[in-house]
């Protein structure tokens, strides 16, 4: 079965994924911002040399850039599968997310960061993926 690009509902994509940026921004900021860069390991020093390295351009453009990829994948699968309702677009999101979970798992084992670092990061992406399955699922 062939995906053609108007099988895909290119707004919900865009809104998708700057939908997950701008959650993101108040995510890694406001809510668990301090928490996750001690249970990362980052001190403020470090924090600002890794702002450095990447200027707000190249940051923000290469997150939102990621977003909009992950958010387009979503379409293509859930066309290709046929997904068409919001709960089953969420609950496929959801199933996603695991699998995203265990592979940031092993990322984690492999770093100095702590099991807590991972949990924030896997709730982000659960309600990214959840929302994000839902909406592309559900709007057409």
Request: glycine share 14%.
């Amino acid at each position: 079965m062939a995906i053609g690009p108007e099988e895909i509902n290119w707004l919900a994509v865009v809104v998708c994924g700057v939908g997950t940026f701008l959650l993101g921004g108040l995510w890694y900021t406001a809510l668990f911002g301090k928490l996750w860069q001690k249970l990362s390991g980052y001190t403020h020093e470090q924090m600002q040399a890794m702002q450095k390295m990447r200027p707000a351009p190249k940051f923000f453009g290469g997150m939102i850039a990621a977003y909009l990829v992950m958010a387009l994948g979503m379409a293509a699968l859930w066309a290709w599968f046929d997904v068409r309702t919001y709960a089953s677009g969420a609950i496929g999101g959801a199933f996603v997310g695991v699998v995203a979970a265990a592979m940031g798992l092993t990322l984690t084992i492999a770093s100095e960061k702590r099991l807590g670092a991972w949990v924030i990061d896997v709730v982000f992406f659960g309600v990214v993926l959840a929302g994000t399955g839902a909406v592309l699922a559900g709007w057409r």
